[in-house]
């Protein structure tokens, strides 16, 4: 017990610290997230994107197999939530029946993961800094999904898979991983000081200004409702998704740094993505902000229980 209350406080209480400075700033000073959110997908993620591989002694070979690994793990847990929501949605009465919006937001909530402002902090601090690195290429890996799938799905099959990728080729971030990639496979290995430190000073800066949008995101949200599709989706999100991404990373072979940050992000908690996909496909608005709220608040339990696992060769 003493050992799961100092991972708590040495890998939770950091990031709730700052997340809670973003509550403060959204509620006392009325700071909107938009702005941060805009300079965060435009600046600094694909500034940690790509200081964290090209600086890394990872290889081309393994930074696609754990990209490709978190593709199918995500197809994994998509699938299986949508069986799970088809038998909710079929033992269910009637006039209880999950209308198409609130599938449609619950599915997208299992797949669409915080790989950004909880995921890249918890795991630098549990694991070390080649563990982000790995941890930046699944979250980079959840984006391309995210920006693919959550559309399509969010449309429920209006919007096309083409427009849906389309989204994915206007994220700065996949550029960025690709530059890093491409400059290690031509043998670069040093850039000019001025480009070098400016992008390790943004990438410094990048996870807590994460954090603090994280809180300003969580300030905005409301008094949770429907516990029956809650439950559900955070017993899909923050249990059966590791516990998938177990079997994953042992039919992928990882080991170390890239096991313990496949693993620890597939337990991460919904996305705020999975919001913006609402608003833009008119699903369930509500059910989204629940969703990530009430993953958000109960991860940390999980997660540290999940560490706890981890760094005792139990999982």
Excluded: H
Excluded at 194 to 199: D, E, F, G, Q
Aim: charged share 10%; net charge positive.
């Amino acid at each position: 017990m003493l050992e799961l209350l100092n991972i708590f406080i040495d890998n939770m209480i950091p990031v709730l610290a700052i997340a809670a400075v973003g509550v403060v700033l959204r509620r006392r000073l009325d700071v909107k997230p938009a702005m941060i959110s805009r300079m965060m997908f435009y600046v600094f993620a694909p500034a940690l994107a790509f200081d964290a591989v090209f600086t890394s002694d990872i290889g081309g070979g393994g930074v696609l197999r754990v990209y490709f690994g978190t593709l199918a793990l995500l197809a994994a847990v998509g699938a299986i939530a949508f069986a799970a929501l088809r038998f909710q949605d079929l033992a269910l009465s009637a006039r209880r029946k999950i209308n198409p919006a609130e599938f449609a937001t619950a599915l997208v909530s299992t797949f669409v993961f915080n790989g950004a402002n909880f995921g890249i902090s918890i795991v630098s601090f549990a694991f070390g800094s080649e563990a982000l690195t790995y941890a930046v290429i699944i979250y980079v890996a959840g984006s391309t999904v995210a920006w693919t799938l959550g559309p399509y799905v969010s449309s429920r099959g209006k919007a096309s898979m083409l427009l849906s990728l389309q989204s994915v080729l206007r994220t700065p971030v996949v550029y960025a991983l690709a530059a890093a990639i491409a400059l290690k496979a031509l043998g670069i290995v040093e850039l000019p000081p001025a480009l070098s430190r400016s992008s390790q000073l943004l990438a410094d800066a990048s996870i807590p200004l994460m954090l603090v949008l994280l809180g300003l995101q969580l300030g905005g949200f409301r008094k949770p409702d429907r516990w029956r599709l809650l439950l559900s989706g955070m017993a899909i999100r923050l249990l059966l998704s590791p516990l998938i991404a177990v079997l994953c990373a042992a039919l992928l072979q990882l080991e170390g740094a890239a096991r313990f940050a496949f693993i620890l992000q597939a337990g991460m908690p919904t996305a705020v993505l999975t919001l913006i996909l609402a608003y833009e496909f008119d699903t369930d608005r509500d059910l989204a902000l629940n969703l990530i709220m009430t993953t958000t608040l109960i991860s940390p339990i999980t997660l540290t229980l999940l560490i706890y696992l981890l760094q005792n060769g139990i999982v």
